[in-house]
């Protein structure tokens, strides 16, 4: 299927509704014998199916991003919203940059420590699909014309988009790059490369401001400012997102970064338009679908909206310019090919958002160096969604539906109001040393770790539903679990620190694979027993509860007396003997499982009326869908002795 015209999209459309007219009998319109619904109507029917329940805690998604998504959404949800009338490629630019199509780069990353090394990797995988290359340098004093000769040979510049990734903020790169591309044989125009030059990116993470570095961009500008396309500016919401940021956080921050470089660099005599044509956006992309598709819309059409206060010459100079890299905060140690199925829904949201660009970060990589097979996963997931989806086909797919455009304009307004707080303070650097951005991000990621620990946030194979039989033998350093701490010894402010949602869990069980090395791996034992609804039920509850820890779980079919039960757990070695029935059983069959244990721990698998009684009795451990798993599994590990 190949992309069409505006114009001849709208005939398509035309004849397509001209046949469905004819074909209804006596050239009337379709579904003219069913009465319109209205909101109202629908609202009765649900209230009438709820039968009672809470409409707004039952239907009504409270989101991270400080408002509320409701159950459906209607055309008039849309009356308010000012940009729907614009096309792709016009100002704003919330329907995308480009007329026609989607077509984004696929981009793969290379950590340069040999040159050749790096050149003939770049080819082998410019080979297979990727037309974006990131070349990461743990030292950029290394780059000069020689170096990059042999780390660009026999790779065409214009057929390639080329990014420099550097630790510093070091300007000798980027001119580098342009007099090498200024001397070649390509046409400057048609080379399209970036440098991520970030000295407030790297203020938020080392926590040492530079205004040398900051001063260092606008000679850097003028001098590359041959390369149409060269951006050498990073504005890198990802550190933000891999902080624990909800999205409007991640957009409105970076917007604010944005704004930041706009206001310095235009002081210091730069043109509005060579700023903004400098900046590219670095944005992380999460699990939340349609959020980050409606995220990158949004940000378009803020940016756009922040360059024109600077009076650009052009509004071209307004198009914002996106790459995507999956997050890494929600990717898991354990259970990594559950990371495929996360990278590929994230892709799908870039992709749909109109990115720029978007990197796939292999299922591997958060715990060793990729493989071949993982970054070759990594790359046909891209490709898949091209060749075979054909996302790349269609401007802004998601234009015209009512869910994704409130979305677009929920976030828009509050990534709008965040960002104007932010102004106020000073600007983001202003914000930033005064401790307001890390006090946003720090709060907003203590929440989300909390839903976490209470699994109202599901990471799929960490702390819910784990593999019951996937132990870890590698020697992991602790740092695995801990996260990235950049500051430097001489630190101004306190710093982000990104880390990954699921550390916490996984350290939690790789203590206990370690611990099982050299001892016997905990095993808890389902004592089910009485209501056969409530005993599976409750069972399969626990199995997952311990199993989250890396214990050794036994269910069972069911016990006619407790006796029995205990008899059997003491047999199977149990540490734990989970008693597993009914509320209204547990006040009989608890006090005379306790009577029976002896060096083994009951846990009761619920939260009973009988509770406190039960507590009375010391019976002390009960767990539920309401507890801190993360906590509890802890305290159990305690108790045992790991």
């Not at 490369?193 to 961009?217: H, N, R, Y």
């Not at 914002?320 to 990371?339: C, F, G, Q, W």
């Not at 990197?359 to 075979?388: C, G, H, M």
């Amino acid at each position: 299927m190949q992309a069409v015209s505006v114009s001849n999209q709208l005939i398509l459309r035309h004849d397509f509704q001209k046949i469905i007219f004819n074909m209804t009998n006596n050239n009337k319109k379709l579904f003219t014998d069913f009465a319109p619904v209205t909101t109202d109507e629908w609202e009765a029917k649900i209230n009438a199916d709820l039968k009672g329940k809470d409409y707004e805690r039952a239907l009504v998604w409270k989101t991270w991003e400080g408002f509320n998504v409701r159950p459906y959404y209607r055309a008039e949800n849309l009356a308010n919203i000012s940009y729907l009338d614009t096309l792709p490629g016009e100002f704003p630019f919330v329907r995308g940059n480009e007329k026609t199509g989607n077509n984004w780069l696929i981009r793969q990353n290379i950590f340069v420590t040999d040159f050749e090394a790096a050149n003939k990797k770049a080819l082998e995988i410019l080979g297979k699909g990727v037309n974006s290359i990131g070349f990461y340098f743990s030292d950029c004093t290394v780059i000069n014309n020689e170096t990059l000769g042999v780390l660009l040979n026999n790779i065409c510049l214009e057929a390639a988009e080329i990014n420099l990734v550097c630790p510093d903020d070091s300007v000798e790169c980027t001119e580098v790059f342009a007099q090498f591309v200024a001397n070649g044989k390509w046409a400057d125009e048609n080379v399209v490369a970036s440098a991520s030059i970030d000295p407030i990116g790297t203020f938020v993470l080392k926590g040492k401001w530079s205004e040398e570095a900051l001063a260092a961009l606008k000679p850097a500008i003028d001098k590359t400012r041959v390369i149409k396309n060269f951006r050498i500016i990073g504005v890198h919401g990802k550190f933000f997102a891999n902080s624990g940021a909800s999205i409007v956080q991640e957009l409105a921050f970076s917007l604010a970064v944005g704004a930041e470089y706009l206001t310095r660099l235009t002081e210091m005599g730069v043109k509005a338009d060579d700023v903004a044509k400098a900046i590219k956006f670095n944005f992380g992309i999460g699990n939340n679908y349609f959020m980050e598709i409606a995220k990158l819309r949004a940000a378009r059409l803020l940016w756009a909206q922040i360059v024109k206060a600077y009076n650009p010459a052009c509004d071209c100079a307004a198009k914002l310019i996106a790459h995507s890299e999956t997050n890494r905060y929600n990717k898991t140690v354990y259970d990594p090919n559950v990371n495929m199925l996360r990278t590929q829904t994230e892709a799908m949201s870039a992709a749909l958002g109109g990115a720029h660009s978007i990197a796939v970060l292999p299922f591997n990589a958060i715990y060793e160096d990729p493989t071949d097979f993982s970054e070759r996963i990594a790359r046909n997931q891209q490709i898949l969604l091209k060749e075979e989806s054909h996302l790349d086909k269609i401007a802004d797919a998601a234009a015209g539906s009512y869910y994704i455009e409130t979305l677009t304009d929920s976030l828009v307004n509050e990534a709008w109001k965040l960002f104007l707080n932010v102004q106020e303070k000073g600007g983001f650097v202003a914000a930033f040393k005064q401790g307001f951005i890390q006090a946003e991000i720090k709060k907003m990621a203590a929440s989300r770790d909390k839903n976490i620990a209470l699994r109202r946030e599901n990471l799929l194979g960490t702390n819910q539903f784990p593999n019951f039989n996937e132990k870890i033998t590698a020697e992991f350093d602790g740092s695995l679990f801990e996260p990235v701490d950049l500051t430097a010894s001489d630190a101004e402010v306190e710093t982000l620190k990104p880390y990954r949602g699921a550390q916490a869990f996984e350290a939690l069980r790789y203590t206990t694979d370690v611990y099982s090395k050299t001892n016997k791996r905990p095993l808890a034992f389902m004592l089910t027993i009485g209501n056969l609804t409530f005993r599976k039920a409750r069972a399969q509850f626990s199995c997952n509860f311990f199993a989250v820890a890396g214990f050794e779980v036994i269910d069972n079919n069911g016990f006619e007396t407790v006796e029995e039960g205990i008899a059997a757990a003491r047999a199977a070695k149990a540490d734990l003997v989970v008693l597993c029935s009914s509320d209204e059983e547990y006040a009989e069959l608890a006090p005379a499982a306790a009577k029976l244990i002896e060096n083994e721990i009951l846990v009761i698998a619920g939260a009973p009326a009988c509770q406190k009684e039960l507590e009375e009795q010391e019976i002390t451990n009960f767990i539920s869908m309401k507890s801190n798993i993360l906590e509890e599994l802890k305290a159990y590990q305690s108790l045992l002795g790991i």
